[in-house]
């Protein structure tokens, strides 16, 4: 059964840094691409970035480009998100996903994400 | 990269059918075949309805259905149930190699 488990939310100043993590198990992690997909209270989803399965090709978008990076170390089948400079319209549900096709380089969809870890940004 | 458009709000009564749109440009919805549509119920995490425009995951009722025409990709919604009533958005990988979400749909069961 494949699971994702998102942790490392919480509550941080503005400016502030943070990591999340996605520990995955259930599939050959390596071989997937990923990505972290984030959703402010109320609001609609929006892609944050995605890495390819080897860890060689990362993506963001424009909104994290510079502040976010986003990694993986596929010896522990564990999906990473470093959040520099943080910001208040930074806060957020973050969700780890795992696309659906096999060996893809990029992340076209998500066909399993995890439960999501809050993350707030406030003085 | 702006979202892509949905209609705010899709209504239909138990048993009929409804669509809902979502309109891109030629760099994302028009560009490629890597549509998506995400079906989300309050408090839960997105789920996978259709992918690549009209394909099902496993598990998916056929009664979703998915299209494309030019810049607008369409998910369809048939013999509509009372579980059905949720958020539902689209999402499409863009030629900057990013994805980008639709503005989202709620869909109310009358």
């Known amino acids: 059964e494949v699971q994702l488990l998102e942790s490392g939310g919480g509550l941080v100043q503005p400016g502030g840094s943070l990591r999340l993590s996605c520990a995955a198990s259930g599939f050959t992690f390596s071989s997937y691409a990923m990505s972290w997909v984030r959703q402010a209270p109320g609001k609609g989803l929006e892609w944050v970035s995605g890495i390819s399965g080897s860890g060689g090709s990362t993506f963001y978008a424009d909104s994290v480009k510079g502040r976010f990076t986003i990694s993986r170390d596929n010896s522990k089948n564990t999906l990473y998100l470093q959040m520099n400079s943080l910001r208040v319209e930074d806060t957020a549900v973050y969700y780890c996903?795992?696309?659906?096709?096999?060996?893809?380089?990029?992340?076209?969809?998500?066909?399993?994400w995890g439960q999501g870890t809050l993350v707030t940004v406030s003085s | 990269q702006s979202a892509l458009t949905q209609p705010a709000s899709v209504s239909g009564s138990p048993g009929q059918s409804i669509t809902i749109s979502c309109t891109g440009t030629?760099?994302?919805?028009?560009?490629?075949?890597?549509v998506s549509w995400y079906q989300q119920h309050p408090g839960k995490a997105p789920k996978l309805m259709i992918y690549e425009v009209s394909d099902r995951p496993s598990g998916v009722s056929n009664r979703f259905s998915g299209s494309k025409s030019g810049n607008t990709a369409s998910l369809t919604i048939s013999g509509l149930q009372a579980e059905d009533e949720a958020d539902y958005y689209c999402?499409?990988?863009?030629?900057?190699?990013?994805?980008?979400f639709g503005t989202g749909t709620k869909v109310t069961v009358l």
């Open positions: 999402s499409s990988y863009t030629s900057s190699s990013t994805n980008v």
């Open positions: 030629s760099s994302d919805v028009g560009g490629y075949n890597y």
């Open positions: 996903a795992k696309t659906y096709s096999l060996y893809s380089s990029s992340w076209y969809g998500g066909d399993y």
